[in-house]
């Protein structure tokens, strides 16, 4: 008996076949793309903190070599400020004065992040932040160099104490603002007593 390519069978296991092929595709796809994907994540990073500390040529083609010639040092740090393997304070040295240091906090629309670059003296060299979803024009004006060069010469301790971080609101998106300057008030006070000492070791 001549069997019904268009019977329910024949188009279940059709379908189930298309499926399973597609699916073996993806997955060898995510697996070949990992490596690339990883390497371009680490690229922006490096970008991230090298533009952060004031070297502004950094980009995709030269991240690599300028992060090895200008990080002299990273570390992570305890609770106490001080250098751990087993810390969870990451700290990226570049050109031995300036400490960078990563930040995370949540804006309007989801997760907005960046680095402080803060040299031996305790004054911010610069800024760089970025956001998942915050709306062009808004809150998106965080990644702008307008917003970024405000923080650039201020000081993080004022007398020996840590001091708030003042900056300029973006017009029309307050909830963002509001997350800038949470995420820099709680990463600062985390990073405290390592740049309490710091400060203790400058002549």
């Known amino acids: 008996m001549k069997k019904d390519i268009n019977s329910n069978g024949y188009i279940f296991l059709y379908a189930t076949i298309l499926v399973v092929v597609v699916a073996v595709l993806l997955t060898a796809a995510a697996i070949w793309l990992k490596p690339f994907q990883d390497d371009n994540k680490k690229n922006e990073k490096r970008i991230n903190i090298l533009r952060a500390a004031g070297i ?3 980009n995709a083609d030269n991240a690599s070599a300028l992060f090895e010639e200008h990080c002299t040092d990273e570390f992570l740090l305890d609770e106490n400020g001080r250098p751990d393997n087993n810390g969870t304070l990451p700290v990226f040295v570049i050109d031995r004065r300036i400490s960078v240091i990563p930040m ?3 804006g309007l629309w989801g997760p907005i992040s960046g680095y ?5 003296e305790g004054k911010i060299v610069g ?18 160099e307008k917003f970024q060069s405000q923080f650039r010469g201020k000081q993080i301790r004022d007398n ?5 971080i003042e900056f300029d609101a973006i017009t029309g998106a ?3 603002s509001n997350g800038v300057k949470e995420m820099i008030d709680k ?4 990073y405290s007593p390592y740049f ?8």
Request: aromatic fraction near 2%; hydrophobic fraction near 30%; avoid cysteine.
């Open 104 to 106: 995370k906090g949540k």
């Open 187 to 190: 990463t600062l006070k985390s």
């Open 56 to 58: 502004a040529e950094v």
């Open 127 to 144: 800024a760089n932040f970025d956001h998942e979803s915050e709306t062009p024009g808004l809150g998106g004006e965080i990644t702008t």
């Open 116 to 120: 402080l670059a803060i040299d031996v």
């Open 196 to 203: 309490e000492r710091l400060s203790h070791a400058q002549p």
């Open 174 to 176: 307050t909830k963002t």
């Open 160 to 164: 020996g104490q840590m001091v708030p």
